[in-house]
C-alpha cells in the first residue's frame, strides 16, 4: 500500500496534508525518514512512524452502539443526524456504516463497521441470522399471538414472514414483549403486531446474532467490539 494512502486512511488527514507531514521530516518508515509518498508499505512488517508514534494500521472497525431514538441509521442525512454523525473523528474516517437499518424511533444495538463482507453476510436472509427485540406493545399480548408469530404471518403488502418466537414478559393493556426474528424487514416488528391487532408504542434491539447489547452503554454511547466478538460474528456468518 502506498504510504500517504496508508496515513490518510489511518486519519492522518488528506494525501495533501499526508505529504505536508513527510515535508516536514514527521514521517518515518523503519527508522528511517521517508518523503516519497508513493513508496509501498509492507503494513505486515514495516514500522511507520508519525512525530515518533507507531501506526497502527487497520483494514476494518467493528463498533457497537446504543441507539438512541431520533437519530437515523445512516451515513449521512442533509436535515437529521445520523448514527455516524455520533462518533468521533478517529473512527468516521474509517466510512463505517450501520448494518441493517433502525427505525428513527428505534432504540438500541446497532452495529457499524467498513467490512461489506461481514455486513453482507449478517443480513444475508440465508444466514437467517436471529435478532431479538423488546417491545411494548398496546394492547394484550396472548398465547393466540405466540401461536400466529411462531407459524408466520402476512403483512399488509402480502408477505409472509419467517416464523418469529414470541415472549410474553407482562401482558396487560401494555404489554411487554421480546420477539426473535430472522429477517430485517422494513418496520418488522411493527408490521407483524399490526397484523394481530395491536401497535408497538416502544421498541428496543437487543441483540444480533450472537452479540447482546452491552447495558453498560448510555443511549448514543458507543464501543469497539473485542477480537472475540468479531471472531463470534465472523463464525455465525460462516456457518
Known amino acids: 500500500m502506498r504510504l500517504d494512502k496508508l496515513l490518510s486512511n489511518m486519519g492522518y488527514g488528506s494525501r495533501k496534508e499526508v505529504r505536508q507531514l513527510q515535508k516536514k521530516g514527521a514521517v518515518r518508515v523503519n527508522g528511517e525518514t ?8 509492507d503494513t505486515e512488517n514495516d514500522l511507520v512512524t508519525v512525530m515518533g508514534e507507531p501506526v497502527v494500521y487497520r483494514k476494518y472497525i467493528y463498533i457497537m452502539m446504543n441507539k438512541p431514538q431520533d437519530v437515523l441509521s445512516a451515513t449521512e442525512d442533509g436535515h437529521a443526524r445520523t448514527v455516524v454523525d455520533l462518533l ?45 427485540y423488546f417491545a411494548k406493545v398496546s394492547g ?22 419467517k416464523p418469529g418466537k414470541l415472549k410474553i414478559i407482562r401482558s396487560g393493556e401494555t404489554s411487554e414483549i421480546e420477539l426473535t426474528i430472522t429477517e430485517g424487514k422494513f418496520h418488522q416488528v411493527k408490521r407483524m403486531f ?23 452503554l448510555p443511549l448514543g454511547a458507543y464501543r469497539e467490539l473485542t477480537e472475540e ?11
Open 88 to 132: 468521533d473523528a478517529e473512527f468516521r474516517h474509517f466510512k463505517p456504516f450501520p448494518v441493517g437499518r433502525l427505525d428513527k424511533d428505534t432504540e438500541g444495538f446497532l452495529l457499524l463497521s467498513n467490512d461489506g463482507k461481514l455486513a453482507h453476510n449478517l443480513l444475508s436472509p440465508k444466514k437467517e441470522v436471529p435478532k431479538t
Open 229 to 239: 466478538e468479531v471472531e463470534l460474528l465472523q463464525s455465525t456468518t460462516e456457518a
Open 194 to 216: 399490526e397484523t394481530v391487532g395491536k401497535k408497538v408504542v416502544y421498541l428496543k434491539r437487543l441483540s444480533m446474532g450472537p452479540l447482546q447489547l452491552d447495558e453498560t
Open 140 to 161: 394484550v399480548v396472548t398465547e393466540a399471538d405466540i401461536e400466529s408469530f411462531a407459524a408466520g404471518v402476512t403483512l399488509d403488502d402480502g408477505y409472509e414472514t
Open 34 to 41: 521517508e518523503k516519497k509518498p508513493g513508496v509501498n508499505i
